[in-house]
Nanobody
Framework: QVQVVESGGGLVQPGGSLRLSCLAS????????MGWYRQAPGEQRELVAT???????KYADFVKGRFTISRDNTKLTVSLQMNSLTPEDTAVYYC?????????????WGRGTQVTVSS
């Protein structure tokens, strides 16, 4: 069973930075996708950034140039460096591991970490 735990959220002023970290455990392969999603109050959960494990990354348009995802396959960690934060970035941020085994997809989620951008 895969487990995912996030850390690093908090309160930051507009223009500030935060670094989120995610530690995964269990049976995870290098080609499993690891990434970050977020959900603001009253909104649907949305993709922030993903890493395919081979250096291929994907970012939502609203974070390009501000956020950077990085992954360590040996430590089963994925981090999200967030710069130039705005109040619109306020949300609960979730780490995700997406796997395909025998043609069946599975998603594993952490409990989330709150990021609040406010002066």
């Amino acid at each position: 069973q895969v487990q995912v735990v996030e850390s690093g959220g908090g309160l930051v002023q507009p223009g500030g930075s935060l670094r989120l970290s995610c530690l995964a455990s269990g049976s995870i392969f290098n080609h499993d996708v690891m990434g970050w999603y977020r959900q603001a109050p009253g909104e649907q959960r949305e993709l922030v950034a993903t890493d395919n494990g081979d250096g291929t990354t994907k970012y939502a348009d609203f974070v390009k140039g501000r956020f950077t995802i990085s992954r360590d396959n040996t430590k089963l960690t994925v981090s999200l460096q967030m710069n130039s934060l705005t109040p619109e970035d306020t949300a609960v941020y979730y780490c995700n591991v997406n796997q395909w085994r025998w043609g069946v997809p599975s998603d594993y989620w952490g409990r989330g970490t709150q990021v609040t951008v406010s002066s």
